[in-house]
């Protein structure tokens, strides 16, 4: 028979695998209102399953997020600024930002949240 292991054990041989697989702890301050659309969204994107926790929530749109991020850098990769000539995102690096043709004056913003 195994020895039951207390909850001390058990914990920092949990924090030693995070550990190992690169986890780290991150803290977001939600107002009531946050907390509650998290709550609503938990569940309501688990379908008929168990509600996602905040930390599987919060991971999942994070990844989604990254992919639309590189889908959009792909995209960009492809093109070039109409005032500088040079490949986007990075273009003239805001040089020429104000000028109606450059990117940095109206592109950048479809990249934001």
């Not at 058990?10 to 697989?21: G, I, W």
């Not at 690096?93 to 004056?105: M, P, Q």
Request: charged share 25%; glycine share 10%; hydrophobic share 30%.
């Amino acid at each position: 028979m195994r020895k039951p292991v207390d909850s001390a054990t058990r914990k920092q041989r949990q924090r030693q695998r995070q550990a190992a697989m690169g986890i780290q702890r991150v803290e977001v301050l939600l107002s009531t209102r946050e907390r509650e659309q998290l709550e609503t969204l938990r569940r309501a994107r688990a379908g008929s399953g168990d509600p996602y926790s905040a930390d599987e929530y919060i991971s999942t749109l994070l990844r989604r997020d990254w992919e639309r991020w590189q889908q959009q850098q792909a995209e960009l990769a492809a093109q070039a600024c109409q005032h500088c000539g040079n490949q986007l995102p990075g273009g003239c690096a805001g040089t020429f930002k104000g000028a109606t043709t450059c990117w940095h004056t109206w592109g950048d913003k479809g990249l934001g949240l």
